[in-house]
């Protein structure tokens, strides 16, 4: 089966094979070491340095480390401003609101560019410390300008938190806005579900403030840094994760995975809009890793995922509202231009079926 949803994605037989490592216990030397070789491996696809930045790992999906991040990083005396343009923005809400912290959102419809312009103005009243934001918004595929709203919370002296769940691996990030970040193992970075990760900037740990027992970003962050690990971690995905992370670099990195998602993308949206089925964004405003597409007339979404699911695919449909409207092809993982030519048919087929 072909995994078009955005996570968890298709494995490569060398991380699928990592996964059936030998048994190991956490509490000996050889966790450490596969541990810290993630935690390196994961500087290194940014190019960080362990100075100035910590990997902190969870066993969990990607909103483990997502709730670990605002959980702990916003301190009582501050105030979170949350930006939405989607569910996943939404969430991060949710987080700050179950966990009592001070918070205010900047609300967009679901797909809307960030209006950075207000962004300064609600920043300019000085009692915001801390933004945050997600990178990619997989609700609709739209990747939000980091790097201008990066700029006005640098300018304004706010952190900025990102949510790069669904980026981090094949977009570009830039790491002198952010404070910390949070992502996981089984989207752009190839590995299976079950491991997340933030890595924060080591400066602000001292001032954190943790709410969480098993998402103490601190305390986390102390355990691993000393060669241990506060809870028993998902062995197997850390194992598939350290060969991801391998596989990654070794293929090029950021910049090749980013051209890869980029090339299937452009074929596939190619190949569908000759058959009228056209994207919801435009180009430019999409992320190289999924793109969404308006829901052809003549067709139901439970039909259309039914006929491609029939012929060894899995698209992925519309959050909320959107179900109706839009439906999501994430072009991440294991998968080739000759399966994307293969959808294309199936989509044919599919749509001629209806
Ligand atoms: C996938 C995703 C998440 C986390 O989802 P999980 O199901 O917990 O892995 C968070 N934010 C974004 C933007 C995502 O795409």
């Known amino acids: 089966m072909i995994l078009l949803n955005p996570g968890p994605v298709n494995l490569s037989e060398r991380v699928r094979a990592a996964m059936v490592s ?17 935690r390196k491996r994961l500087l290194e696809v940014y190019g960080l340095t ?18 670990a991040m605002i959980s702990s990083l916003v301190p009582d005396a501050s105030k979170l401003l949350i930006i939405e343009n ?8 949710r987080m700050a609101e179950t966990h009592g912290i001070a918070h205010d ?10 209006d ?3 962004l300064e103005i609600r920043l300019a009243s000085g ?76 400066g602000v740990l001292e001032s954190a403030q943790p709410r969480c027992v098993y998402l103490d970003l601190v305390r986390s962050c102390q355990s691993q840094d000393s060669g241990s690990t506060s809870f028993t971690p998902a062995i197997p995905c850390f194992h598939a994760l ?65 006929g491609l699911k029939e012929r060894g695919f899995i698209i992925y449909a519309g959050q909320g509202g959107l179900s109706e409207q839009l439906f999501r092809i994430s072009t991440m993982g294991a998968i080739t231009e000759e399966d994307m030519q293969d959808l294309v048919k199936a989509f044919s087929e599919a749509l001629c079926g209806a």
């Open 22 to 38: 030998p048994d190991l216990c956490h509490r000996e030397p050889e966790f450490s070491q596969l541990q810290s070789t993630i």
């Open 50 to 67: 362990s100075e100035a930045w910590a990997p902190v790992l969870f066993s969990g999906s990607g909103t483990a480390a997502v709730e």
């Open 86 to 93: 989607g569910v996943y923005g939404e969430r991060m809400t």
């Open 105 to 114: 959102t900047l609300h967009h419809g679901w797909g809307e560019e960030i």
């Open 116 to 118: 950075a312009p207000a």
């Open 127 to 202: 009692d915001i410390s801390h933004v945050a934001v997600v990178h990619h918004e997989t609700t609709t595929g739209r990747l939000n300008d980091l790097g201008k709203i990066g700029s006005v919370c640098r300018d304004a002296g706010a952190e900025l938190l990102v949510d790069a769940v669904s980026s981090f691996g094949a977009e570009q990030l830039d790491f002198r806005y952010i404070t910390a970040c949070a992502a996981t193992a089984n989207k752009c970075l190839h590995g299976a579900p079950g491991a997340s990760f933030v890595l924060t900037r080591r």
């Open 242 to 306: 350290a060969e991801a992370l391998a596989e990654h670099a070794e293929q090029g990195g950021v910049t090749a995975r980013r051209k890869q998602y980029e090339a299937l993308a452009e074929q596939t949206r190619k190949g569908l809009e000759q058959l009228g089925v056209v994207p919801w964004h435009d180009n430019h405003a999409s992320s190289c890793v999924l793109r969404a597409y308006a829901l052809p007339r003549k067709i139901t979404y439970k039909a259309l995922h039914a």
